[in-house]
C-alpha cells in the first residue's frame, strides 16, 4: 500500500465534493456530514466526470447517469454500473489516496 498525498482535508467542506488529479487518476472526494466518500471519478458509462449534489447523488455531467453517494451503487443510466470506490485516509490536516500496489506483469518472469 503506498500513500499518495491528495490535499488537505479542508479542501473538502461538509456538503461539498472535489476532485483530484493525481498519477493520472481522477478522485473524487464527497463529505457527506463530516463522512468522507471517494471514488474514481470516472463514469462507467463512457468516462464522463461526476459531481456530487450535497446531498445523497452523484450525477455524471454528460449523459446524467446517478450514483448514491455513499455508496456508489447505480441509481439510473450507466447500464446499471456503478463507481469503482477508492480508500483514502486522513492524517493529521492531509487527505491521501491509499493505492494498493499493482504487480508487474513481468514480475515473475525475472524471479
Ligand atoms: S458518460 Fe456518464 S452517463 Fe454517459
Redesign the pocket.
Known amino acids: 500500500m503506498v500513500r499518495i498525498l491528495l490535499g488537505k482535508v479542508e479542501e473538502v467542506t461538509p456538503g461539498h465534493g472535489k476532485t483530484f488529479i493525481v498519477q493520472g487518476k481522477r478522485i473524487i472526494v464527497a463529505n457527506m456530514k463530516g463522512t468522507l466518500v471517494a471514488y474514481e471519478n470516472f463514469?462507467p458509462?463512457?468516462?464522463?466526470m461526476?459531481r456530487y449534489d450535497g446531498e445523497k447523488k452523484m450525477t455524471?455531467g454528460?449523459?446524467?447517469?446517478q450514483f448514491q453517494a455513499a455508496t456508489g451503487e447505480n441509481i439510473a443510466?450507466?447500464d446499471g454500473q456503478k463507481l469503482k470506490p477508492m480508500t483514502v485516509v486522513v492524517d493529521g490536516e492531509n487527505l491521501y489516496w491509499e493505492k494498493s500496489e499493482e504487480k508487474s506483469p513481468w514480475a515473475d518472469d525475472f524471479s
Not at 458509462?45 to 464522463?48: R, Y
Not at 454528460?62 to 447517469?65: I, S, V
Open positions: 463514469c458509462h463512457m468516462g464522463g461526476v455524471c454528460w449523459h446524467g447517469a443510466g450507466a
